[in-house]
């Protein structure tokens, strides 16, 4: 299968401060990316579909000046949380979108584990 | 609309066989099946992309009924790698956007 890398695998903030998180397909290029995040024994709830090119569209409850989403290249797509608090805190996952059309794979990364204290 | 997985959580014991039910409210363009294990990334199985299509990937398969707006995955001989939690994350017609909604999860525990 695909390789899709997300960094850092960790994370700890203070509250108030910004962090960014990066996601890569690493064997071929993705025009779309998605980010979720996942509470602990929950399912995967997206927040984002991200569009290399052009803005980011954002679910509903979702605040896009939250969560910054800026996909510079066919391969890296970033998460920023800015001005992080504790109800940030969870496990956010990206995917890769490979193929198009009718075909079509998502590879998800490794997730990433943000903790704001 | 999240879809509705059932059952919530089964626990099996080595070669035994198990279903998990996908079910939306919904009409579906695809259904597609992950597996996750604990703090890992989920892991793409399988996707169905027309009514009657059934798939299968070794020991796992997968049926989709689109008039039903159901699919299922078929666990068969089970082994102690197919632990973990299971997802169905569901496409809206008209499709081919791969923006998917997810079940929320059927955790599987095989026991030797």
């Keep these: 299968g695909a390789v899709v890398s997300q960094h850092p695998s960790r994370v700890i903030c203070k509250s108030g401060t910004s962090v960014k998180i990066e996601c890569r397909s690493l064997d071929f290029q993705a025009t779309t990316m998605f980010w979720y995040r996942q509470f ?17 569209t954002y679910e509903q409850g979702v605040e896009k000046d939250k969560f910054l989403i800026n996909h510079a290249s066919l391969t890296l797509s970033t998460l920023t949380v800015t001005s992080a608090h504790p109800e940030d805190s969870s496990f956010y996952i990206c995917s890769a979108l490979r193929g198009q059309g009718i075909t079509y794979e998502q590879y998800f990364g490794p997730g990433t584990r943000l903790t704001v204290t | 609309q999240q879809p509705v997985q059932s059952p919530q959580a089964v626990i099996l014991r080595e070669g035994e066989d198990a279903v998990i039910n996908c079910s939306s409210s919904k009409a579906l363009y695809s259904v597609h099946w992950y597996r996750q294990k604990h703090g890992e990334a989920p892991v793409f199985l399988m996707i169905l992309l027309k009514g ?39 496409e809206k017609p008209p499709g081919n956007t791969g923006k998917l909604i997810f079940g929320q999860g059927t955790t599987l525990q095989v026991k030797p």
């Design chain 1, 40 to 56: 602990p024994k929950q399912s995967l709830m997206l927040m984002a579909t991200s569009n290399e090119g052009s803005k980011a």
């Design chain 2, 52 to 90: 009657g299509e059934q798939k299968g990937h070794e020991k796992i398969s997968a049926s989709f009924n689109e008039k039903k707006q159901q699919s299922s995955l078929y666990l068969t001989a089970s082994q102690l790698s197919y632990s973990g939690t299971y997802f169905c994350g569901t």
